[in-house]
């Protein structure tokens, strides 16, 4: 069974939840949400941005670090952004809404295609930067 609380970080009662992919090599190896080099410049985006890193909630759709950082045997789109995804990649975003379900964030913002696919089924997160 995953210990699924290690890759996540912050209050139920968190206005804002950030969605990342899945943990990296550095997450997945000490045991935390957002912890590597891209969790240290979530927070320093976060913070020019006038925004307590506590004040969030951390998660990620994957709550397993993927072999060589590879997603693509469970989610992955064609050039026309058709998704392929398998019943792990299911699993893991049920899993996530009843989650999302559970907090009380009015704010919810992926950090990828990945996760903007897992929250809106739309594709092409590049697209809708400031959306």
Same mark, same amino acid.
């Given at each position: 069974m995953l210990d699924i609380a290690r890759f996540i970080e912050g209050d139920l009662n968190a206005p804002i939840v950030l969605i990342g992919e899945a943990p990296g090599e550095v997450e997945a190896a000490a045991g935390g949400a957002f912890i590597g080099p891209a969790g240290e410049l979530l927070t320093q985006l976060l913070t020019s941005a006038?925004?307590?890193?506590s004040r969030c909630r951390l998660d990620n759709v994957? @709550?397993?670090?993927?072999?060589?950082?590879? $997603? /693509?045997?469970y989610i992955s789109?064609?050039?026309?952004?058709?998704?392929?995804?398998?019943?792990?990649?299911?699993? @893991?975003?049920?899993?996530?809404?009843?989650? $999302? /379900?559970?907090?009380?964030a009015k704010v919810f913002i992926p950090l990828g295609n990945i996760s903007l696919y897992a929250l809106t089924g739309i594709h092409g997160i590049l697209k809708r930067r400031g959306s």
């Open positions: 006038g925004i307590n890193r994957f @709550q397993f670090h993927p072999a060589g950082n590879n $997603l /693509s045997p789109f064609s050039s026309k952004g058709v998704a392929r995804i398998s019943s792990i990649y299911e699993q @893991q975003v049920d899993a996530l809404r009843r989650r $999302l /379900s559970a907090t009380s």
